[in-house]
């Protein structure tokens, strides 16, 4: 039991020994905010706590009762117009133009487990006793509305999800026109804001800011979660590190246009509330119509930034990502693209993938123009039939000779798009995303198929399904590699129009369900333009992603530590590609392009047959090593040890949940001139008190002194020491497996 209620006061505790989360209900019948953060073992009583809730002169009080206001009390899921002047979590406009409701308690339901959220991703329980979940339900009787807000615990993780259901009991239709997933009063401003925002190629870069009075905010509205902006945020305190300190933190489980804010008010309270971005959402509800809203988890860490992310990571491996390849090892791969980019024929694709086999690959991904007439981006999206003039035997024998040399077959696929002169554009000039009587849009040389229609779904799905039945398909790598402009449906009324962008969305969800159940041996990656839309909400149904385009070793440092922060070290697909790297110039060693990639998926983006002898042979042996290890990347606990936001050094490790083995990676930019002689890095999460045996060092060291001393590097060049120096110049990597001598 987690769920504990005072039924007198009107009192609800969510508590799991890790976790507290306390809200009640106010005078008014709204919901009040009073506690998140550390578990607390037992509170029977929140009332001494409220005597302070009083109005200022220059505050409006509620009805008759000067001394309530709600502009100066911590809500749970504060709605729009009647004395509070922060932004709302939820606003309705009626058909006589009002913005007011009020919705009042009701009564709450307790249920073991965790509730499926119809049509969305959302985390969930196999075992009802995993978790236990609390449904708040409110009604508004003018409005004839009721208003469900649903909170989940889970039995053994410092996570509370939320999520919020509104149903039209009413004969009169209304209009939501801000519907946010979950809101939370927190009551100072005395933390740093991160986010992670960047750009293509460099996605999920750390940015951290300090509250201030006012509204902090990132956000989409390019119909997609974005390369700009993660739907992520965390609050420290100023003193907190990757070690130690509070966090509190919220991840949108959606992959579409979002909104998560934090607003400071005049009494340093902080709002935050995370959900769907109410610029072009309005969603018509009639006569007993419904929506539920997408899910939010919130994550509270006393152990610092790793703490927080660990938390996520094991949430997001047993109760988000699910099916066959929850618990599966990833098989290496080796994808064409940057080998061959659009020029190949079947010659020189299985002369890559024999190689590939060679070395010790298993899954052969052949990318994007291997169907219709594509030979550059401007054509036969949409067209998914084999290009004969590349496969003149057909896409089914070429995928028989791949499945011959002992590999799976995966094929790149970008289901929501038509290219414009594409035979299936032709047939249907009315399924793409347009505006009437406006011009359209190009991205990529690429129209977006309107998903918001069950036909276009139900057609792609039938020409994916034929696809995967004939080659006997492993793997799809699922790209979308522009976001959507002129948003509108024809197949919409007028009034419904600014419900498109989350039709779209659960259009994409829908193929994926319906792929899924029928091919569950398939394993999907996502993909968006690299990583525009890496999130929670797909990974419910492509357990991986390729985390950006950008293959550069050295920029993946930043994309992977970032990503690193809420999602799962084996959800990040990462690859050795070729040097000079493609997208920056850069040349690295192949040692360094793997020590980097280990930490993800691991696979391969280069043409084998032009390597040398000694690089195929590295290759073989990091292939071993990987997987030797993978189970322990896949589910260890990942610690994040230097930043490399904050300078030239990167290191991070996975530790074995029994702390019997770990893998450590250290990586060094630039050369430093004269570098000191001596260089350890301290570990973080291994048993103090057990002996560890260091391959590569072949020496064996206490678990405290690797921690709190630090493991030694080899020695570094100096510009004296060249014959005895083990390390020089620029893009350094060291990679280390530990292993408990006395386990």
């Known amino acids: 039991m987690f769920i504990f209620v005072n039924e007198k006061l009107k009192q609800f505790h969510l508590t799991n020994g890790k976790v507290s989360y306390i809200f009640y209900v106010l005078r008014n019948g709204h919901l009040g905010s009073f506690y998140f953060g550390k578990a607390i073992h037992q509170f029977e009583d929140v009332s001494p706590f409220l005597d302070g809730n009083r109005p200022t002169t220059y505050t409006s009080h509620y009805y008759d009762d000067r001394s309530f206001s709600l502009d100066t009390i911590r809500q749970e899921y504060p709605v729009y117009g009647s004395t509070d002047y922060r932004e709302p979590a939820l606003s309705i406009r009626q058909l006589n133009g009002s913005h007011i409701s009020n919705f009042i308690y009701k009564y709450y339901s307790i ?37 469900v807000l649903c909170y989940t615990i889970f039995k053994d993780l410092p996570v509370i999800t939320r999520s919020a259901y509104i149903c039209n009991e009413g004969t009169h239709p209304f209009y939501l026109e801000r519907f946010m997933s979950a809101s939370i009063d927190l009551p100072d401003k005395d933390y740093i804001m991160i986010q992670l925002s960047g750009a293509w190629s460099r996605e999920r870069y750390i940015k951290e800011r300090p509250l201030e009075s006012g509204i902090q905010s990132i956000s989409s509205i390019r119909g997609a979660s974005s390369h700009q902006h993660n739907p992520f945020l965390a609050f420290k305190r100023k003193d907190t590190t ?32 995370m959900g769907i971005h109410p610029f072009r959402f309005t969603w018509k509800l009639a006569k007993n119509e419904h929506f539920q809203s997408p899910e939010v988890v919130m994550v509270y860490s006393n152990s610092g930034l790793n703490g927080m992310s660990q938390t996520y990571h094991d949430l997001y491996r047993n109760h988000l990502i699910r099916g066959n390849w929850k618990n599966a090892d990833r098989p290496i791969l080796i994808n064409n693209w940057e080998a061959t980019y659009f020029n190949f024929n079947e010659e020189m694709l299985l002369n890559i993938a024999t190689q590939a086999k060679e070395l010790g690959c298993e899954l052969f991904v052949l990318d994007d123009g291997w169907f219709g007439k594509r030979n550059n981006s401007y054509s036969s999206l949409g067209d998914w039939y084999t290009n004969l003039e590349k496969f003149p035997n057909g896409i089914k024998t070429f995928s028989q000779k791949i499945n011959q040399l002992g590999l799976k077959f995966g094929l790149w696929f970008e289901p929501e798009m038509v290219s414009p002169n594409s035979h299936l554009f032709k047939e249907h000039p009315d399924w793409i995303v347009s505006t009437p009587n406006r011009l359209i849009s190009l991205g990529r040389n690429q129209l977006v198929l309107d998903f918001s229609r069950k036909e276009v779904v139900e057609e792609i799905y039938n020409r994916m399904a034929a696809i995967i039945k004939e080659t006997n398909l492993s793997y799809i ?31 994409v969800y829908d193929l994926y369900e319906k792929l ?42 930043k994309i992977q530590y970032g990503t690193s922060l809420a ?109 000191k002689a001596y260089k350890t890095i301290k570990l973080a999460g291994l048993n103090p008190y057990s002996n560890y045996y260091l391959s590569g060092v072949n020496r064996t060291f206490k678990g405290d002194e690797l921690m709190y001393n630090g493991i030694p590097l080899p020695l570094e060049f100096n510009g004296a020491n060249k014959k005895i120096a083990r390390r020089m110049g620029d893009f350094q990597s060291e990679v280390y497996y530990l292993v408990r001598s006395d386990f």
């Open 111 to 147: 249920t073991k487990g965790k509730p499926i959220l119809e049509g969305l991703p959302a985390t969930y329980t196999e075992n009802e006793d995993d978790a236990e979940t609390i449904q708040i339900v409110l009604e508004d009787s003018l409005l004839q509305a009721e208003l």
């Open 242 to 273: 990757e070690s130690q300190g509070e966090v509190y933190s919220f991840n949108f489980v959606y992959s579409s246009n979002f909104i998560a804010q934090a607003e400071v008010d005049h009494y340093d309270t902080t709002r935050i509330t």
């Open 477 to 507: 790598k699922w790209d979308m590699n522009r976001y959507i402009t002129e948003a509108y449906s024809p197949a919409l009324e007028n009034d419904m129009q600014d419900e498109f962008y989350h039709r779209y969305i659960l259009g």
């Open 516 to 557: 899924l159940t029928e091919f569950p041996h398939v394993l999907f990656e996502s993909c968006a333009g690299g990583g525009g839309r890496f999130d929670a909400g797909l990974l419910f149904y492509a357990p991986q992603a390729w985390a950006s385009d950008d293959t550069d070793p050295i920029e993946r440092l």
């Open 567 to 675: 999602y799962p070290i084996y959800s990040i697909g990462s690859h050795v590609s070729t040097s000079p790297n493609h997208q920056t110039g850069r040349i690295t060693p192949l040692s360094t392009r793997a020590n980097v990639a280990y930490f993800g998926t691991f696979g391969y983006e280069l043409d084998p047959s032009i390597l040398s002898d000694e690089e195929k042979s590295q290759i073989t042996s990091q292939i071993n090593f990987f997987k030797q290890h993978r189970t322990l990347i896949r589910t260890g606990d990942f610690h994040r040890l230097l930043d490399p936001f904050k300078g030239n050094e990167t290191a991070w490790m996975i530790v074995s949940k029994d702390k019997r083995e770990a893998i450590f990676g250290w990586y060094k930019v630039l050369a430093t001139p004269n570098p």
